[in-house]
């Protein structure tokens, strides 16, 4: 069965620091392109993150830039979200998803979320 389960989520103090994170089963995350999205309450889903297919470039979105950081562990099938300096508007449930081509919003595997609170 293929799938991805993402964990690391939790409730932290604006400042404070979380790692996410999303390890897959069934596949080989090395070949896919993977993104990290988020998806505050009340709000839509939002492209955080990701890591290019191939050379495993990373790119950010502004709101998240020298913030937050992917990196992947291959013997463990698993990607990273590292962040750092949270503030309460990072707020939200955080997806990861595969896709054997690039990073959008209609990505072939997606986790179900886990949750990030930011609140003093």
């Known amino acids: 069965q293929l799938q991805l389960v993402e964990s690391g989520g939790g409730s932290v103090q604006p400042g404070g620091s979380l790692r996410l994170s999303c390890t897959a089963s069934?596949?080989?995350?090395?070949?896919?392109?993977i993104g990290w999205f988020r998806q505050a309450p009340g709000k839509e889903r939002k492209w955080v993150s990701c890591?290019?297919?191939?050379?495993?470039?990373?790119y950010y979105a502004d709101s998240v830039l020298g913030r937050f950081t992917v990196s992947r562990d291959n013997a463990r099938n698993t990607v990273y979200l590292q962040m750092n300096d949270l503030r309460t508007e990072d707020t939200g449930v955080y997806y990861c998803?595969?896709?054997?081509?690039?990073?959008?919003?209609?990505?072939?595997?997606w986790g179900k979320g886990t949750l990030v609170t930011v609140s003093s």
């Open positions: 890591m290019r297919r191939g050379d495993g470039y990373r």
């Open positions: 069934g596949f080989t995350l090395d070949n896919y392109a």
């Open positions: 998803a595969a896709d054997e081509v690039l990073c959008d919003d209609n990505m072939d595997f």
